[in-house]
């Protein structure tokens, strides 16, 4: 089966190399040259439009930021309707509204092509190392038809429907969670540093109590470590993830209280520091109270 990536950064990058490693023909295509390279340097088939990746490919990742981009990859001028064959796959793993997920998946209706809504969890490092979680919603024939595909870059696939937007409702949910988690660990890690407690006490006890995970570990990992930028996390995408779940909390009429607060730290932090990594946010609340968090004592 011939596969294709659009959007090869931090996390498509990922999905074309384990893609590659397992034997699969991966065409890719991105805006930026420089990723474009790194992508033909590993091996890939570089493309130059949506449309060339899916003239190329039976089954494609699209891996953009937002339903806008998604929309255009698939449906504008040079986007993959164009050029896709009778029977291909679109599996959507960007993170997109519920609502932009129907709409594309209505819009695929009569097109001979299918999607899969299938989010993924695992941040940069799941990508790169092919141990994403899958939401995934399609009906099973296409999920069988496309497990070795989607088994090729996770560990974790779970089917959480069968139409368009399902993937995405939980995908938005996981979010609202992941989003107060990493907001409370920088709030715990600034009261630490206050009180003068060394960063490494701090993760010694954290990683080994009922509050450790992978989320907190590694957030007080980089917080203590000063990596705040260039870490494949970086702050656009988590900003983004708190509006899809504040967006569908509105449309439900769902109160969201600690996801509305992790939005506004947030917030903060990509306009203090637009070039930061989720972790960054730390840095804007050390700065108010004048203290900040190291791995030992400063």
């Avoid at 190329?56 to 993959?80: H, P, R, T, W, Y």
């Avoid at 296409?142 to 429907?161: C, E, F, K, T």
């Avoid at 937007?165 to 939980?170: F, K, R």
């Avoid at 107060?180 to 715990?188: I, K, P, V």
């Amino acid at each position: 089966m011939r596969t294709g990536v659009i959007g090869i950064g931090d996390m498509g990058s990922g999905l074309a190399k384990n893609l590659m490693a397992s034997g699969f023909m991966v065409t890719g295509h991105d805006l930026k040259p420089d990723r474009q390279m790194a992508f033909s340097d590993a091996g890939g088939a570089v493309a130059q439009s949506a449309a060339e990746v899916g003239a190329n490919a039976d089954a494609v990742f699209v891996m953009v930021m937002n339903g806008d981009e998604a929309k255009s990859v698939i449906f504008g001028d040079d986007g993959l309707c164009k050029t896709m064959a009778q029977g291909g796959v679109i599996l959507m793993t960007a993170t997109i509204k519920p609502r932009e997920a129907r709409e594309i998946g209505a819009a695929l209706e009569g097109t001979g092509l299918q999607m899969i809504d299938t989010p993924v969890s695992g941040g940069f490092p799941g990508a790169q190392a092919g141990t994403l979680t899958m939401m995934a919603a399609a009906p099973d024939d296409v999920l069988n038809h496309m497990a070795p595909v989607m088994q090729a870059v996770s560990a974790n696939i779970h089917r959480v429907g069968t139409k368009p937007g399902e993937g995405q409702t939980v995908k938005a949910c996981l979010q609202s969670l992941i989003g107060a988690q990493f907001s409370a660990t920088f709030e715990a890690a600034v009261l630490a540093a206050k009180a003068g407690v060394p960063g490494q006490v701090l993760l010694d006890v954290f990683s080994t109590s009922s509050a450790g995970c992978g989320v907190v570990n590694n957030a007080l990992e980089k917080i203590i470590d000063r990596e705040f930028e260039g870490t494949g996390s970086h702050i656009n995408t988590m900003h983004k993830d708190l509006t899809i779940s504040l967006d569908l909390a509105e449309e439900l009429l769902v109160p969201l209280h600690t996801a509305a607060s992790a939005m506004q730290i947030f917030h903060a932090g990509k306009v203090k520091y637009p070039k930061g990594d989720n972790w960054v946010c730390t840095r804007v609340i050390e700065e108010i109270v004048g203290a900040e968090l190291h791995r030992g004592k400063k």
